[in-house]
Structures are given as structure tokens and as C-alpha cells.
């Protein structure tokens, strides 16, 4: 079962107890000089996949901070409490655009790369994120070629999205997930031929076990996420005669 805790689009916010505040340089984004500390700014988000579909808005909230060794201190600024301080920018507004209060309006398929700038006293930073637009699909299918196996055999997976009328709706953005200590993928995951956007993915019986295999469309509210699971038995190898 996938955790939902707050994503931060931020290769890791806990910098300063991995050896020191250098937070720009370990994340991408550029430094502003400030009595010998650094800044770095990092895009927040309440949820965990920038994914949407065209007529979707979400607002995402921006952050800047650093740590001045000189004198112990931490500053940091927030886009909600100054959003003065951050300008925002769609590099494909076409697909989706941003409003100066960071709302992100979804308008058409695609990827559109967003990106914010903090503009600090002494310089600023910059971070980017890339937001997916998806098409609209009523219901996530997923079937599994049988739902018992043995240690070393395979089993397949089909998966893709639907419309209202169950038709498969291509590039509709459907992952999947699985216990990797009961389970591994074989080879590279393939379309079906016509168009249908579903695809197979094919696993290897790793150890005896009983779970689910679920497969989900991802969407920036998790109330809007839509997921299917099957459960899978492994069962033992046969023993050798």
C-alpha cells in the first residue's frame, strides 16, 4: 500500500542533518549570499503526483531557505506569507499555466515544466517541476493472467484506463506497484497492438507470499485518484523428485 505523506518536489528536505545547510547546491537551486549562508528553493505540494487533467486547477505553495553558520540562523520565506518575494512561470502555458499567486490552471494534453523564481535581497534561486496534463478516464483496469503462482513461474499483468463506455483511453497515465520481495519484472513492459492504451507487464515469482498488485492513475488530489488492485498467492517451488 503506497504512503501518501506530503511530497516535496525538494531532493530531500532534510539536508542539514546529512553534514551542513549547503541545501542550493544539493538541490539545484541557486544560492543568495546572505552574511555568509546560502538559500535554495524548493516547490511544496499536498500531494504526491504533479498529474492533471485539462480544466483542473491546483495552487502549490513555494519555499526558500538556507542556514547562516555565522551566527546559528535559519531564515527561510514562504510564498503564502510573501508572495512578493516569488515569480512563477510556465514554459508551455498551452498545456498548463501559472498565476502570480501560484495557481496552476490545466488546459490541454501534455507536459508543461513550471518553474519559480525567489528573489531574495542579495540575489535568488530557482526551481522547476514538470506538471503532466493526462486525459480524463472513468476507471482504472487491471487483470492478472492467474491469481495463484509458484516460486520461478510468471505471471502477466494488463493494464490501462477506461472511458464512461469501457473503452481503453491510450497514454491515459496508469502505473502500477507490487512487492518487489515477492515479486520482479521481467522484461520491458508492452502495448497492446490497435491503440487499446492498455499494456502488459510481465513477473517473476520470487518468493511464497500473498499480496495485492494494484495499478493506479495518479492525480495532483488524492480524492480524485483512481486505482484497482488483484490479489496474487505464491506459493512455494514444487519439490524436486
Known amino acids: 500500500m503506497r504512503s501518501r505523506a506530503v511530497a516535496v518536489l525538494v531532493w530531500g528536505l532534510g539536508m542539514a542533518a546529512l553534514g551542513g545547510c549547503d541545501l542550493a547546491d544539493a538541490l539545484g537551486g541557486g ?33 526558500a531557505g538556507g542556514c547562516d553558520f555565522a551566527v546559528l540562523v535559519c531564515p527561510s520565506a514562504s510564498s503564502a506569507t510573501e508572495p512578493e518575494r516569488f515569480q512563477w512561470r510556465s514554459h508551455n502555458p498551452a498545456v498548463a499555466d501559472v498565476t502570480p499567486a501560484g495557481l496552476v490552471r490545466a488546459r490541454a494534453l501534455g507536459d508543461a515544466r513550471l ?78 497492438p490497435g491503440g487499446t492504451g492498455f499494456y502488459t507487464v510481465t513477473f517473476l515469482a520470487l518468493a511464497p507470499a500473498a499480496a495485492d498488485v494494484r495499478a493506479f492513475r495518479p492525480h495532483a488530489r488524492y480524492s480524485q485518484e483512481l486505482w484497482a488492485a488483484e490479489s496474487l498467492v505464491v506459493t512455494p517451488a514444487a519439490a524436486a523428485r
Request: hydrophobic content about 40%.
Open 31 to 63: 544560492p543568495e549570499r546572505q552574511r555568509g549562508g546560502r538559500w535554495s528553493v524548493y516547490l511544496v505540494y499536498d500531494f504526491v503526483y504533479s498529474s492533471l487533467v485539462p480544466g483542473d486547477t491546483v495552487t502549490i505553495g513555494a519555499g
Open 115 to 192: 518553474e519559480v523564481t525567489f528573489l531574495g535581497e542579495h540575489g535568488g534561486g530557482t526551481s522547476s517541476t514538470v506538471i503532466t496534463v493526462l486525459p480524463p478516464i472513468s476507471a482504472v483496469v487491471l487483470r492478472l493472467s492467474r491469481d495463484t503462482v509458484r516460486v520461478g513461474q510468471l505471471v502477466t499483468a494488463t493494464i490501462g484506463g477506461v472511458d464512461a463506455a469501457g473503452r481503453g483511453v491510450p497514454r491515459a497515465g496508469v502505473r502500477y506497484a507490487y512487492y518487489p520481495q515477492m515479486l520482479e519484472v521481467v522484461g520491458t513492459p508492452a502495448y497492446e
